[in-house]
């Protein structure tokens, strides 16, 4: 049964860090690195909406509201994804998912909630100014 496990989520102030991690289970191994996978976000009264995002091949890419204080990356000997969030801003607080696609290859449209078949149970980021 495939897993996806999100933690790390917390409060932390404006101009702080935290770094979210998604642990994947029940894939085979090979697929879930060679998949598209995503890190999104939901506030409150908002639609869900992508962040970051990492292709099949290693790419990444990122939503201009985090552009250049997110990074998206990944630990193969763990099954991990991260997301490392630097300058945090109070419009940043949200519920925080990680995606994954059940098939390798690239990317369709990575900020389509449609290209994912698995998601996390989400951890909150609250951040304070």
């Known amino acids: 049964q495939v897993q996806l496990v999100e933690s790390g989520g917390g409060s932390v102030q404006a101009g702080g860090s935290l770094r979210l991690s998604c642990a994947a289970s029940?894939?085979?191994?090979?697929?879930?690195?060679?998949?598209?996978r995503g890190w999104f976000r939901q506030a409150p009264g908002k639609h869900r909406e992508g962040g970051a995002n990492m292709d099949s091949d290693g790419r990444t890419s990122y939503a201009d509201s985090v552009k250049g204080r997110f990074t998206i990356s990944q630990e193969y000997a763990k099954n991990t994804l991260y997301l490392q969030m630097n300058s945090v801003k109070p419009e940043d607080t949200a519920m925080y998912f990680c995606a994954a696609r059940s098939y390798g290859g690239s990317c369709y449209n990575p900020w389509a909630l449609s290209e994912y078949t698995y998601w996390g149970q989400g951890t909150q980021v609250t951040v304070s100014s």
């Open positions: 029940g894939f085979t191994y090979f697929v879930y690195f060679i998949s598209c």
